[in-house]
């Protein structure tokens, strides 16, 4: 932490919060895997604190033909649940956005209920990610989509994710 005590960085503010780098990460995502007791404290810390969390790639991009255009703007994670905890669903999406966070792609979890009843969000998003099938869900062709680990058959356009990537 710098000297006055303000968090520098996202490892700073969970160190004050006293929660994990993701988890705090989550919390200022809005993530629905944490109670919104731990989602509100965390984000009181930052906000008291002035903490908003980098939106860019600090690494600076060498012009390399073999290398495509960074990707700018938000993405949306879409997160659903079965009636019953699935530790595997929790794991995935855990890696998912620990890569995310990795890679400073800004993006932000929305429950799968909330884009079923509301559709025309995924326009706010410049990409989608979602994992196995998330039943009901479909994103609209121009929309760039991945999806991780699927089975049911893709929409023309979208890419799937089954390795190790």
């Known amino acids: 932490m ?18 994990t780098k993701s988890a705090a990460s989550l919390a200022l995502h809005n993530s629905p895997q944490l109670s919104d007791e731990l989602k509100q ?7 008291v604190h002035n903490f ?22 938000r993405v949306l994670m879409v997160h659903y649940s079965s009636e019953e905890e699935d530790t595997v669903n929790i794991e995935l ?12 792609v800004p993006f932000q979890t929305r429950d799968l209920a909330e884009i079923l009843e509301n559709p025309d969000l995924l326009h706010e998003y410049a990409g ?3 994992y196995f099938d998330p039943p009901g869900l479909i994103v609209p062709r121009e929309i760039p989509c991945v999806q991780i680990f699927g089975l049911e058959r893709l929409a023309p356009g979208h890419d799937r994710v089954t390795t190790n990537d």
């Open 128 to 130: 989608v990610i979602y």
């Open 93 to 104: 999406e855990n890696a998912i956005i620990n890569r995310l966070n990795t890679h400073h």
């Open 41 to 47: 404290r965390i984000c009181t810390l930052a906000k």
């Open 2 to 19: 710098s000297r006055t005590g303000k968090p520098r960085n996202l490892s700073d503010l969970a160190e004050l919060a006293g929660v």
């Open 52 to 73: 908003t969390p980098r939106k860019y790639n600090r690494r600076v991009q060498q012009n390399n033909s073999s290398q495509t255009a960074p990707f700018t703007g």
